[in-house]
């Protein structure tokens, strides 16, 4: 069974500040992907990552993926308040599977 | 291109009766799934559905819950009987086949 875990649960940093996300899957994954999520809204699509050694860069956002070590890191590089939310990240078996979710990293960030 | 859309974004129900919850995938999407997310917690994957089929139901609950996807119309999470353990939100999202599943804005469940 696969499962996902995401460290830290809570965040809270201040502007300007760099950090990493952190997210461990248990076994094999095909691809994994990168979820952002504002309170009471729809999960948003950040990032898909597929292959080993796979970096992708979206503004102050860059995710990388090491499937050796079965790990994904998202980096925010000199945070910005806008981009307070939660992120998800999640793994999936390869093809049309159903994804199994880390418990999502709460990300607060202060002026 | 519309996105996922889902309705009703609110649903209360009482203990007992049941709740239907409506999903309509991107247009040339032909995969549906289906996921719950409870307060403070990750989306949990229920069922996966193409056109008139249930690919992988490995994740709902055994008794009471039930999903289709006709070939007309859109795909339905029907839940009988709700208890207060069923409130939460429910998230559909749907893909062409082995690519990012988008999600659609998703149906607040509370049974009172």
């Known amino acids: 069974e696969l499962k996902v875990e995401q460290n830290p649960l809570f965040l809270s940093m201040q502007e300007g500040k760099n950090y990493t996300i952190y997210c461990n899957y248990s076994t094999t994954s095909d691809r994994l992907y990168w979820y952002r999520q504002d309170p009471g809204k729809s999960l948003e699509s950040l990032f898909v990552l597929l292959s080993n050694g796979a970096v992708k860069q979206e503004g102050r956002l860059m995710a990388s993926l090491d499937t050796k070590a079965r790990l994904s890191t998202l980096h925010i590089t000199a945070a910005v308040h806008d981009l307070s939310a939660t992120y998800f990240c999640a793994a999936g078996g390869g093809g049309a599977d159903g994804l199994t979710f880390g418990k999502g990293t709460h990300l607060i960030i202060q002026p | 291109n519309a996105g996922v859309m889902q309705n009703p974004r609110h649903l209360v129900r009482r203990r007992g009766q049941e709740a239907r919850l409506r999903c309509s995938p991107m247009k040339g999407h032909s995969h549906v799934y289906w996921y719950r997310q409870l307060p403070e917690e990750g989306l949990k994957f229920m069922v996966y559905?193409?056109?008139?089929?249930?690919?992988?139901e490995s994740g709902m609950p055994k008794e009471r819950f039930s999903a289709e996807f006709p070939k007309e119309g859109p795909s339905i999470l029907r839940i009988q009987q709700v208890v207060r353990g069923d409130s939460a939100a429910y998230f559909c999202?749907?893909?062409?086949?082995?690519?990012?599943?988008?999600f659609g804005p998703g149906t607040r469940l509370t049974v009172l």
């Open positions: 999202a749907s893909s062409p086949y082995g690519d990012t599943q988008y």
């Open positions: 559905l193409q056109k008139e089929n249930i690919i992988d």
